[in-house]
């Protein structure tokens, strides 16, 4: 193999062998095409699916290594959920013990407390995501210097990208009591110092703020990215028969985002019931009957007092009210939308 000369251009100096794994790369999923690892029996070829299948079999082909990912990491570990059905130890499965984990489920009242705390903090959440995310889309997208754009999109944006344990660590400071700046305002005005992440009447508020805080800019890149689809001429019409910006966002904005609010919404709602990390960073013993969800609580069932099969039946509850979370958003947006998302 020939030396590079010193007269190259950098890329070629940098990566003198790029050409080489791009090539490697398109004859690894083209090979077995060329082979006709692919083709299709006779009495086969009229079936509609297998007739797609067929004419992008090279997709189909590069979607395998996902496929793979998906049956070895989400469908395989589903055979784990038989633990919720016996008595489980550290020795391993032991007795058949049927719907017992579930009849002690729901007579529960810390499991009943999580799961009434989950639902209320994320259909909150939920909603303030919904309203202030599409907000802010409609005003960014009304800033018309490009630079002063890309700055405030950066500055929203960085926020998602802190690890909750750093924004927890960062809110504990600001919100202390004793040394927090929020507290040293309210002193500074008369007031008394308010303890937020312990006091059960305040975390509430401060979780959604802190929440609304890191993920909001996040939130907006789909609006904002819905919102550049819209026919410009719909606006300019809309100028010529004397719509101002407010009549334009709420006959033309609005309307033309409801399929991509419908099915964020939907999207979210399939993940109300998965909170945790940001509860778990966040919430102590002293705010339990307000903070603790079914995430936090499956947690020290499993991992504090090792009792793997009724965490089990806990997680098991939770996907099971997810999907029909999300069957029942899917057939509202149907009847509303005449559209199915799913």
Known sequence: MGEISNSAPLHQKV???????????????????????????????????????????????????????????????????????????????????????????????????????????????????????????????????????????????????????????????????????????????????????????????SFLFINRWKETGWGTIIYLAALTGIDPQLYEAAKIDGAGRLRQTFAITLPSLQTTILVVFIMSLSKVLNLFQPVFVLYNPLVYKVADVIGTYTYRVGFEQADYDYSTAIGLFRSVISLVLVMGANRMSKKINEESIL
């Open 15 to 205: 990566f003198p062998r790029i050409s080489t794994v791009t090539a490697f790369c398109e004859n690894l999923f083209l090979y077995p095409l060329e082979k006709g690892l692919f083709n299709v029996p006779m009495h086969l070829q009229d079936n509609k699916t297998i007739k797609k299948i067929v004419k992008y079999k090279a997709l189909y082909l590069m979607l395998t290594p996902m496929i793979l990912f998906l049956v070895l990491f989400k469908y395989i570990p589903m055979y784990g959920i038989r633990i919720a059905f016996y008595e489980f130890g550290i020795m391993g499965i032991r007795d058949f013990i049927g719907l017992e984990n579930f009849r002690y489920l729901f007579a529960s009242d810390r499991f009943w407390t999580s799961f009434f705390n989950t639902l209320i903090i994320s259909g909150i959440n939920l909603v303030l995501a919904t309203v202030i995310n599409i907000a802010f889309a409609l005003l960014l997208n009304e800033v018309s210097h490009k630079g002063s754009k890309k700055i405030i999109q950066t500055v929203v944006y960085l926020p998602h990208f802190l690890s909750w344990v750093v924004v927890a660590s960062l809110f504990t400071m600001i919100l202390s009591p004793e040394t927090g700046i929020i507290n040293a305002v309210i002193e500074k005005f008369g007031g008394t110092p308010i303890y937020f992440l312990v006091d059960e009447k305040w975390w509430r508020p």
